[in-house]
């Protein structure tokens, strides 16, 4: 996949506006850990020709049509690559973003830690299943809705004297 600069920059804003990065625990009793964890890279939009441009673009990944949860709504579409697909284009589209930065880094680790085979792989032979729910646990409160450990600056009032006379 040979992308341009200008194309590198144009996804890293769609990914930091419309995308999310993340990774998903699941329970079960398959791994030894207890859990399955999934890296997620996906994008929502409700303009599906903008989704397969981007699939075309990076040459991998599905759209499907999520279900309208408020009637007078544009019909909204989600864009999902695969982990290979993760791990060739995170790397190149990282250092460009902004409001996603952190977890692009978090997703590259993981993805590291589990090349070569799927994440849950019951039959590996170095288990990394602490370091991954570090990244779990690191990864989730950067997707927080809302302000989190922003310290908002004080309002400092300002005394405005008028002049005598």
């Not at 207890?34 to 599905?62: A, H, M």
């Not at 690559?81 to 993760?86: K, S």
């Not at 990394?128 to 009032?157: A, F, M, T």
Request: glycine letters at 6%; charged letters at 25%.
């Amino acid at each position: 996949m040979t992308l341009t600069d200008k194309q590198l920059g144009y996804l890293a804003g769609i990914v930091d506006g419309e995308g999310c990065l993340t990774v998903t625990r699941e329970r079960t009793k398959y791994y030894a850990s207890g859990f399955k964890y999934s890296p997620v890279f996906k994008i929502v939009n409700t303009d599906l020709e903008l989704l397969k441009y981007i699939q075309r673009l990076i040459g991998s990944g599905s759209i499907i049509q999520l279900k309208q949860r408020l009637q007078n709504r544009k019909q909204i579409y989600q864009l999902e690559l695969y982990p290979n697909a993760q791990r060739q284009i995170l790397p190149l589209i990282a250092p460009l973003l902004r409001c996603k930065k952190q977890q692009a880094e978090c997703l590259i680790k993981l993805l590291t830690l589990t090349a070569g085979h799927h994440a849950n792989h019951r039959y590996r032979k170095v288990d990394h299943s602490e370091k991954i729910e570090e990244l779990y646990e690191r990864i989730r409160p950067l997707n927080r809705r809302g302000i989190i450990g922003v310290v908002l600056p004080k309002v400092v009032e300002i005394a405005i004297r008028k002049p005598k006379g």
